[in-house]
C-alpha cells in the first residue's frame, strides 16, 4: 500500500467527493487498525483511537500539502493518538483497565491469520512486551511486511533514523527473549512449572523477568528444539489482521446527531475542506467499497462482502481413540417425563461418545430466515464477560477452544440468557469430542489437556463438549462467557444445514474415525442447551443447570 498510488483519490477527497473519501478510509483503515490494535495488544481502547485517528485525519485532509507523504502522515496521526492515550491514563487506570480488555491482539492475529510454529510463537510473545515497545513493534511489523519504510516508522516514532535502529535492535532483543518464554511455556520442564504455580497467566514485566531468569538457568528451557528463525524473517509476507465484521466508525459526528454535528462543523469551518465532508456524508447515500461501507450519517461500518464464502464447519481434526459406549447410539434418549408449558428434553447428563464408526442418525431440516449476530460472521470471545447476540431463524456453530496451557482447572461454562423464542441443541461434530484421546499439541492426552499441562476439568453433571457444537434459534438469545477458572475461547459463526450435516457426516480423510451426533428429532422435543434461561441475571454465570425452557 503506497500513498503515491493514492494520488489521484487523495485529491478528489480533497475537493469533497465523497465516493474518494470512502474508498480512501476503506484503503488505509487496516493498516491502521493493524498499528494501534498490536500498540495496544487489542484493549478496549483500540476502537475509540482508531475512531479518533480516522476522524483527525478526515477533518485535516485538506492540510497535506503532498498527497505522496499521505501514507506517512496518516500513520503519525496514529501513533500521537496512541501516545496523547497513554499521557490520559494513570497506571492505576490502566491497571485496572488490563481486566477489561475486550480482546487480546496477539490471539486475533494467530486465529485469523492462522498462524502456525514460530509464527505464531512471535504473535503470541508480542503480549510480554511493554507499551513503548509494542508501539514501535507494530511499525516495526508493517516494515518487514513491506507496509512502512524505515523513514516513515521513523517520522511516526518521532525519532531520527539513527535513533530508530538502535531502539528496533533493542526492542527486539526482548522480543527474542519474549519468544524464549513461549517456547518455554509450551514445553514440559516441571521445574517451570512449580515456578509459574502462582502466576494467574497474565503476562507482566514481574513474570517476565522470573521466567527469563529460570530458562536462563534452565538447561531443559534454554535449548529449542528446532532452529529459530529471525523474526523479521518470519513476519515478510504476513498479511494485515482482517479488520472484525461488525467494526463501526463514526466519521465527523463522534456519536452527535448529524444536525449537531454539521451545525458544529460549519461553525469550526465556513468555507474549508470539513464542511464540505460533512455535507457530503449526511446525503441520505450508500456507497458500498470492497467489505465495508459507507452509510448516511457518517457510520463506517465492515461488512460481509456479498461474494464472500459462507463460513465452513472445520474439517475433522486428529483421530480419536475414545471408549465406545458397549451399545453405541447416534441419538440421545429423550427423557421419559415431560412438564406441560416446558419444551425440549434433558440430554445434557453425562453421556459417553458413540462408536467412532457409527454415522450419526439423519439430521432434520429446520426452515431458515437467517441469524444476524452482534459479533459479526465470526465472532472470537476470548475473554469473561464477551458475549454475542443472535437473533433470526437459523443455525449457529459453537467451536470450542480450550486452553489447560493457559490455565487449567475448573471450568465455568459459557451461559445462554434473555432467550425469547426457543433454542435447540441440534449436533455435535468437529471429527472429535474434546475428551476424546489424542491430542494435537505437546503436553496433550485429550482435548482437555495432559499431565504436562494440566486438565480442564467440567462442572459435574455437565455434558461433555464437542469440537464443534451446533444450535438451532428460532428467536433472540445471547451467549455469554464466563471465564473465571480454566482458560476457553468460543467461535461463534452463523451457519447452515447443509454445512452443518458435512461436519457430522464427514471422517477424517484416511477413513472414519469420528463422525458427529445428532441430537435433534425435529419437533419441540429436542433437546435445549443446559445452561439457558430467559432472564438477564446481572452475572451470567449464575444461570441454573438445567435443560428445559418455560414455553
Known sequence: ???????????????GDRRALDELVAGWLPLVYNIVGRALNGHADVDDVVQ????????????????DSFRSWLVAIAMRQIRDRARRRTSESLADDA?????????????????????????????????EDRQLL?????????????????????????????????????LE?????????????????????????????????RLARHIRGCRHCAEPSEAVVPAERLLVGIALVPIPVGFTLSLVFGGKTAVAATTAATAATTAGWSAKVVAALTKPAVAMTAGATMVAGGAYVVTQPPDEPRPRAAAPTALSTARPAPSPTTTPSPSPTRRAGLYGTVVDAVDRAPD?????????????????????????MQHRGDSVTLSGQGYVLVRWQISPHDRPGGLVMPTWTGLRGKLFHVASGGGRRMDDAGGTRSGYGTGMGGPDVGYTV??????????????YVDGTVTLNVNERGASYGLGVFPTDWEAVNKDITTGPEQGAIRYGLTRDNGKDTAPVPQYVTRSRPVDPATVPQRSRVTT
Open 138 to 174: 507494530s511499525l516495526w511489523w508493517l516494515e518487514v511486511a513491506g507496509e512502512l519504510s524505515r523513514r516513515e516508522l521513523a517520522s511516526a516514532a518521532g525519532i531520527s533514523r539513527q535513533h530508530a535502529a538502535v531502539r528496533v535492535q533493542r526492542m527486539k532483543a526482548r
Open 99 to 131: 481486566a477489561q480488555e475486550a480482546t487480546d491482539f496477539a490471539e486475533l492475529t494467530v486465529l485469523r491469520l492462522q498462524l502456525e510454529g514460530q509464527r505464531r510463537e512471535v504473535a503470541e510473545a508480542v503480549r510480554w512486551l511493554d507499551d
Open 1 to 15: 500500500m503506497d500513498g503515491r498510488q493514492w494520488r489521484t483519490t487523495i485529491a478528489a477527497a480533497q475537493a
Open 458 to 471: 467440567l462442572p459435574e453433571g455437565t455434558q461433555q463438549m464437542w469440537q464443534n457444537e451446533y444450535f
Open 52 to 67: 479518533e485517528t480516522m476522524l483527525r485525519a478526515v477533518d485535516n485532509l485538506g492540510t497535506l500539502r503532498d498527497p
Open 356 to 380: 467412532p464408526n457409527a454415522r450419526p442418525a439423519e439430521l432434520p431440516r429446520r426452515p431458515e430466515s437467517g441469524i444476524t449476530s452482534t459479533g459479526g460472521r465470526q465472532a472470537v
Open 177 to 209: 527473549a519474549a519468544r524464549g518464554i513461549v517456547r518455554a511455556l509450551d514445553q514440559s520442564c516441571p521445574e517451570l512449572r512449580e515456578v509459574t504455580a502462582r502466576w494467574d497467566g497474565q503476562p507482566d514485566s514481574v513474570w517476565r523477568k
